[in-house]
């Protein structure tokens, strides 16, 4: 099945700066998605972004499926930023794989 | 705006008790889905519902693990005996269906706890 790797495993920054998340894929996918989970465990939707570039206020998303990758960026990152960021991709069948996650702390 | 909802949202329970998670997805979504979720880890496909029937469960530990979606609404999953190792999320998500576009909703999850 499609392996997915995410990275970094944990960030922390402060309050205001930028970040890049990546998210790697081991074959060809017809879905990816970004979730925030927030503290309480509710997966939050952040982007659905098989290809191309989307924007949502401070949050963008890019996937090159061609390149089996998708990055996904927080600019003047606040405090409620904080929680862990997951990466879902499925192939043509609609099996669904979580990446790990990465862990984002933003500091006040 | 609609949701996934699921019930009970906490769970606590001895082992070899048996327990019972209930799912409604979005109204309209045909797919249901249910996950696992370790604490530390990404979630963890278990079953996939299209309408009632049963498209992929290969993940699903049936010797104690069984999901219905009788009427192709709402879904239960079911637990017996529950196991130490079963304390965990469980999560529902449901989709449109659609090969093209099959964007997934999470509901709130069911945190269980197995003592």
């Known amino acids: 099945g499609i392996q997915v790797e995410q990275s970094p495993p944990d960030l922390i920054l402060q309050e205001g700066a930028n970040s890049t998340l990546r998210c790697n894929f081991s074959d060809s996918v017809n879905n990816l998605q970004w979730f925030h989970q927030n503290p309480w465990g509710q997966l939050i939707n952040l982007f659905y972004?098989?290809?191309g570039t989307k924007q949502n206020g401070r949050l963008s998303a890019t996937t090159v499926a061609t390149e089996r990758y998708s990055l996904l960026y927080i600019s003047s990152s606040q405090t409620t930023d904080s929680g862990v960021y997951f990466c879902a991709v499925a192939d043509y069948g609609q099996n669904f794989v979580f990446g790990p996650g990465t862990r984002l702390s933003v500091l006040p | 705006e609609a949701e996934v909802a699921q019930s009970p949202r906490y769970k606590i329970t001895e082992k070899s008790q048996a327990v019972a998670f209930w799912c409604d997805p979005i109204s309209g979504h045909a797919t249901l889905y249910w996950y696992r979720q370790i604490l530390g880890q990404g979630p963890e496909l278990l079953v996939q519902f299209q309408d009632e029937s049963v498209v992929d469960d290969s993940q699903l530990p049936k010797d104690r693990f069984s999901a219905e979606r009788l009427k192709g609404v709402d879904s239960t999953l079911k637990i017996q005996p529950a196991e130490l190792g079963d304390s965990a999320m469980y999560l529902c998500?449901?989709?449109?269906?659609?090969?093209?576009?099959?964007?997934?909703?999470f509901g709130p999850g069911t945190r269980l706890t197995v003592l």
């Open positions: 972004i098989p290809s």
């Open positions: 998500a449901s989709s449109k269906v659609g090969l093209v576009y099959n964007e997934q909703f």
